[in-house]
């Protein structure tokens, strides 16, 4: 059964760091592009970074350059989100995300599943 599981989200002080984690299950990560999105209270849902099958990273948010970064370690079929110097404004429930074809897009409309996601509150 294919499956993606997130976790690492929680409550952080701004200026923090978290690194999310997102396990696949029923497929192989380096076969496929996967993102992560995130969707804060009232707000639609938006892309935030992609992988490529390569390794690329693809800034789909202007607001993750410089902060935020995404990786894969295939051995354990995972990607990895690592975010640092967090705001407020990041806060909001984070997406793992594989895409239906080979690009990176943020259009939800292109993802092909979803985990169930993980909640990043950043609060004094």
């Known amino acids: 059964q294919l499956q993606l599981v997130e976790s690492g989200g929680g409550l952080v002080q701004p200026g923090g760091s978290l690194r999310l984690s997102c396990v696949a299950s029923g497929f192989n990560l380096d076969l496929y592009y996967v993102g992560w999105f995130r969707q804060a209270p009232g707000k639609a849902r938006e892309g935030v970074l992609c992988i490529t099958r390569n390794g690329g990273a693809i800034y789909l948010a202007d607001s993750a350059k410089g902060r935020f970064t995404i990786s894969k370690d295939n051995t354990k079929n995972t990607i990895y989100l690592q975010m640092n110097s967090l705001k407020p404004e990041d806060t909001a429930v984070y997406y793992c995300?594989?895409?239906?074809?080979?690009?990176?897009?943020?259009?939800?409309?292109?993802?092909?599943?979803w985990g169930q996601g993980t909640q990043v509150t950043v609060s004094a």
């Open positions: 995300a594989r895409y239906r074809y080979n690009y990176c897009t943020k259009f939800m409309n292109d993802v092909a599943s």
